[in-house]
């Protein structure tokens, strides 16, 4: 079992930046791809990136590459995502997610999730 714990959402001005963190308990986390999702009202939920156990391979939905890193520190726990050029269309809720072994772009494929935070991006 994984448990996951979103921080980090506010509110944020076009161009600005936001860094969410996620805390993980569950003695076998460091063996779990982990990734981030968002969903906006109305709208399904999303791929935004996703970073294998070890960290070395990380994916992006186009959208977000270029401004969005993914980034994991399996001593504390924590997975990150580092939000940068933030447009209004990124506004979301955004969740964390837990899978094992690879990672993948479709949400029900990953079996555990946080109860996400929120990120409004205004114009």
């Known amino acids: 079992q994984v448990q996951l714990a979103e921080s980090g959402g506010g509110l944020v001005q076009a161009g600005g930046s936001l860094r969410l963190s996620c805390a993980a308990s569950?003695?076998?986390?460091?063996?779990?791809?982990l990734g981030w999702f968002r969903q906006a009202p109305g709208k399904e939920r999303e791929f935004v990136a996703a970073?294998?156990?070890?960290?070395?391979?990380?994916y992006y939905a186009d959208s977000v590459k270029g401004r969005f890193t993914i980034s994991r520190d399996n001593a504390k726990n924590t997975v990150y995502l580092q939000m940068n050029s933030l447009k209004p269309e990124d506004t979301a809720v955004y969740y964390c997610?837990?899978?094992?072994?690879?990672?993948?772009?479709?949400?029900?494929?990953?079996?555990?999730w946080g109860q996400g935070t929120q990120v409004t991006v205004s114009s």
């Open positions: 997610s837990a899978k094992s072994g690879y990672g993948s772009i479709n949400y029900v494929d990953w079996n555990y």
């Open positions: 569950g003695r076998t986390y460091a063996s779990y791809a």
């Open positions: 970073i294998s156990w070890s960290g070395g391979l990380r």
